[in-house]
């Protein structure tokens, strides 16, 4: 019995960690720069970060932002302690970083059964660094991680319920959630609009309000 969660605008459902960051220690016209020159997502935040460290930002800046600007909603807080409880996995599944996923876990006092994420750290001068989770030959996935090929490694026999709201979570649910799993699916954001006319194997849920997943979750898993 597995629980996984995406992290950005899913598990933290007001906002996500990278956003956070540029809006806070990226100019505009050098967010629109940094864009036109890295056309992967990752490596423009890594792009990002060197920019914010060559401009003076420090460690604590960046997380004293983050901690200001970022916070797990108690309510999912409290179901995940009650699934775990129960003896249900709970896992992160993200293309976010690790190390700020890690803090806001540590601020909201959660602990999770693993964080599959893209690595981050900062290094002895301070700059923030951020790396691509694995390699994979996915044709729909970033190239620096395929959720489905993490979630097969992770757990291939579980029971899932799974928790997302973006274009990278429809390829774990296309192809490992099968008959009696769940897909709650964030309404009216991207990965809605993408199953939409999709048949799935697995049951597919709309949700709107961290109510709607934590009573599907803690009925599920009874």
């Keep these: ?25 990226v100019p505009v016209a050098e967010r629109q720069r940094l864009r036109e020159e890295h056309a992967g997502w990752n490596t423009f935040v890594d792009a990002c ?23 797990i909603d108690a309510r999912f807080v409290d179901a995940i302690r009650v699934l775990r409880q129960r003896g249900v996995r709970v896992l992160i599944l993200s293309d976010g970083n690790e190390l700020m996923i890690r803090a806001l876990l540590t601020a909201a006092e959660l602990q999770v059964d693993d964080v599959l994420t893209n690595p ?14 694995h ?3 996915c044709l729909t996935c970033p190239p620096n991680l395929c959720k489905t090929k993490a979630l097969l490694a992770a757990c291939p026999q579980a029971r899932i319920a799974y928790v997302g709201d973006g274009r990278g979570d ?10 009696g799993d769940l897909a709650l699916v964030r309404a ?4 809605d609009r993408l199953l939409e006319d999709v048949g799935l194997t697995a049951t597919k849920q709309r949700w709107a309000d961290p109510t709607d997943v934590c009573e599907a979750l803690l009925a599920m898993f009874a």
């Design 120 to 133: 981050s750290f900062f290094d002895d001068a301070g700059r923030l660094h951020l790396r691509p989770f």
């Design 188 to 191: 009216d954001h991207p990965l």
């Design 1 to 25: 019995m597995t629980v996984v969660f995406d992290f950005d605008r899913s598990l933290l459902h007001e906002n996500d960690v990278d956003s956070q960051f540029i809006d806070a220690f």
């Design 135 to 137: 390699e994979h030959q």
């Design 49 to 71: 970060f060197a920019f914010a460290h060559d401009h003076g930002v420090t460690r604590d800046q960046i997380i004293a932002q983050l901690l200001s600007s970022c916070r």
């Design 170 to 179: 429809a390829c774990p649910i296309r192809c490992v959630l099968r008959q």
